[in-house]
């Protein structure tokens, strides 16, 4: 499932083992440099490029982890 994959790179990424599925990057300290490597891990584990804008209008695991899928280019 995608958004277990997206939210265990969160939780590495933000260094919390905390995070609902409906919790907001931002809310969570999340910023710049944070969102890079998710970026780069996204690619390398999920093999989907996810755009910098998307990251915005995204900023939940749910909402990130539908509009992956919505791509339909994630290696399963």
């Not at 994959?5 to 809310?27: G, H, K, P, Y």
């Not at 969102?35 to 990130?64: C, H, K, W, Y």
Request: glycine share 4%; with cysteine.
């Amino acid at each position: 499932m995608i958004a277990d994959s997206v939210r265990t790179i969160w939780c590495r990424e933000l260094q919390r083992d905390d995070i609902a599925v409906d919790d907001d990057f931002f809310a969570l300290g999340g910023q710049s440099v944070i969102m890079a490597r998710i970026q780069g891990a996204f690619i390398d584990e999920l093999n989907v490029e996810v755009p910098i804008d998307q990251m915005f209008l995204n900023p939940t695991v749910a909402s990130i982890s539908a509009y992956i899928e919505s791509l339909d280019t994630v290696s399963r």
